[in-house]
């Protein structure tokens, strides 16, 4: 069964302790992105792991492959439950990552960055392909890299899943049947985006930003219910 992930963007530590507690016992999982970790720091991981919380630190871990080790054996030790790092990093980048959790009982998930959800064709600096072409051609190669998973829009799961069997899929740029896409290029419905196989739909806006969180929640839950049942 796909997962719900929160994304708690919001721009301090209480307002997102606050949307934790309020969905706890209907939400696991919950993103702390560049900005949030950058103002509140491994403390908030520690206080979401108090919750019973499932953590998503979305940090896209981009640089020389011993940098990236240290960086994600860093994050594991400070609570994270899944990591982000980019694929254009290339394969000794990847396995350095994978490395450096090694002698971990119980290491956090590490999923690939493939091609963002903000880009659209031509958009991508230096890279002709269409951001769908490239999502899989980045899919195909992480294969072997030591990745669980990888990042994708929800357009781009059904043909991850077909191609690259056994590679988890989550996908941002989710957004519920008629919300704004805001920045989001490719965007996918949480049906839509269960129905292609996703694993797990990270959703932020649509519910951060709602008259009532829980009752946004819920609806989104329901659509990717509906979603795994076609």
């Excluded at 702390?32 to 998503?56: D, H, N, Q, W, Y």
């Excluded at 790092?85 to 450096?100: F, K, S, T, V």
């Excluded at 963002?116 to 392909?129: R, V, Y």
Aim: hydrophobic content about 45%; glycine content about 12%; charged content about 20%.
């Amino acid at each position: 069964m796909a997962q719900l992930v929160l994304a708690l963007d919001v721009p301090e530590s209480g307002n997102a302790l606050s949307l934790a507690r309020e969905l706890a016992d209907i939400v696991l999982w919950y993103k702390v992105g560049m900005e949030l970790f950058t103002l509140a720091g491994p403390s908030l991981l520690r206080e979401l792991k108090t919750l019973g919380c499932k953590i998503f630190l979305d940090l896209k871990f981009y640089d020389i492959p011993h940098t990236v080790g240290r960086a994600v054996r860093a994050a594991a030790f400070v609570g994270a439950d899944l990591l982000t790092l980019h694929c254009q990093g290339g394969e000794r980048m990847c396995r350095a990552a994978r490395e450096a959790l090694a002698d971990m009982a119980a290491r956090p998930l590490l999923f690939g960055v493939t091609a963002l959800t903000s880009f659209t064709h031509g958009e991508m600096p230096g890279i002709d392909a269409a951001p769908s072409d490239f999502a899989l051609f980045l899919a195909k190669r992480s294969i072997g890299w030591g990745l669980d998973g990888v990042v994708c829009s929800g357009l781009e799961a059904g043909m991850v899943k077909r191609e690259c069997p056994g590679l988890l899929c989550l996908c941002p740029g989710i957004r519920p049947a008629g919300a704004a896409a805001g920045d989001q290029k490719r965007v996918a419905t949480p049906g839509g985006a269960v129905g292609g196989g996703a694993d797990f739909l990270v959703v932020g806006r649509p519910i951060v930003r709602a008259d009532s969180p829980r009752t946004a929640a819920r609806r989104i839950l329901q659509e990717m219910e509906q979603g795994g049942l076609r």
